[in-house]
């Protein structure tokens, strides 16, 4: 918290610490990030949505995890890939997903690879980084978990192909929905700065 | 999908000063870390009669009110009934062909079906069991320490063991909470008119955003809220050379290498009964 920059206008600047450490916040976050995974693998509609789609349902597990490495890093969002993976091989009704290495390890990478699409545009535009986190997060989770399907043997071309469009489809999902959040919250968190005092009291704008 | 959290008991702490409670933590997850490999191994009617009976007991040990535990378990159990039924439906083998009772389509009824997916269900439902009863004896802070404890050892291996578990408490803590956010969001949007569960997907997935976008907002609040707090009472975490003492700290007593003892000769029993029994 200490080494957050806050400028004049109240805008929002990341703190400027390691990605790869873990602070209190970044753990508290983790944690909640989590909560969240789990609730929403639990309530009907909202982590799977069934479809009538080959796959049979559409995911929004992941945004939680693209969220965590986007706002706080790649550690945050690797912990929160793991309770993706956690719910998804406990829930899991098919042979694809209790395979612990499907389940688990396209999850992790999620929170690594969204984190690198972040990071390389953040500079340029966050609205932008974070939209390409989004569709690249996604993507991953589609691409490892039918790559890994097909390496071991639990899926062919045939049904691969036919999962493409709700895949394309899922990824721009996801790039509209974590710009949605991520937007939203850092305009929230300027907002909150707003209200501290970092200039004389006569040139506040209130 | 507005009332979940009046329907569910899982995970609540209840301390009556009971023997299971008042068990070294440590010791609760080992002997639940052996007993339900155990469970998960065995299949035959006289070994799960054996974990009836071992139920029974620690029951009787908890001092819990039977109706109380068994009344969180009421949904689970309708979920599983219904699961038995297509379980049995669709239970196919090469050798049930012998014992079916009806036949249509691809549906069968067979008493192997019915035997299978009884002794599938049992095991199940005797792991619900044991996973909620260790949750009602044992209070989330003390499963974390006992937790860490035992993780101890991975320390060497540079993870972060402290932090990981931190991060699993704050989850579980976090469930109840984010259940209610999300009714009062369901009920808010439900107010303005959106729909859940109906229209083409695209429709479904507009109204979520309703409900996904404020949640995330709403945890991440929480959790600058929680960090701060953490922070004003002098957390650290993943600071090199600091080593955390804890406020009651953890003493293993005799009965708590007796209970470790007998769910081990438990677990043998079961498996070793699992191995002879003929049915």
Known sequence: MSNETFSPQGKFTPPKESPWSLSTRRIVT???LAGLTILMAYIPFVGYIPLPTPAGAATTEHLPVIVGSVLEGPLVGMITGFFFGLTSFLRAGSALFKDPLIAFLPRILIGLTSWLAFAALQRANRTAASALAGAVGSATNTVFVLGLGFLRGYLTWGFIVLIIPQA???????AIVITLIVRSYEAVRGR??????????DTLPY | MIEISRHISFGQYVDNGSRLTRLDPRAKILCFVIVVAAVTYISHFASLALCLLFCLFLQWLSRLPLRYVLQGMRMFISFLLILFAFQVLFYTSSTQAASTIWHWGVLTVSWEGIIHSTQVDLRVIFLYYLTSLLMLTTSLVDLADGAEALLRPLRRLGLPVHELVMVFVVALKFVPLLITEVERLSIAQAT???RFGRGNPL???????GIIVPLFMSGLQRVEMLSTAMEARCYRAGYRGWRRSKLRALHWNRSDSLALVCSALLCALLIALNLVSPF
């Open chain 1, 192 to 201: 909150l700065a707003r209200a501290r005092e970092t200039r004389p009291r």
């Open chain 2, 203 to 209: 429709q479904r997935i507009r109204a979520l955003s």
């Open chain 2, 192 to 194: 303005r008119g959106v």
């Open chain 1, 30 to 32: 983790a944690g909640v």
């Open chain 1, 168 to 174: 394309v489809v899922e990824a721009i999902a996801a």
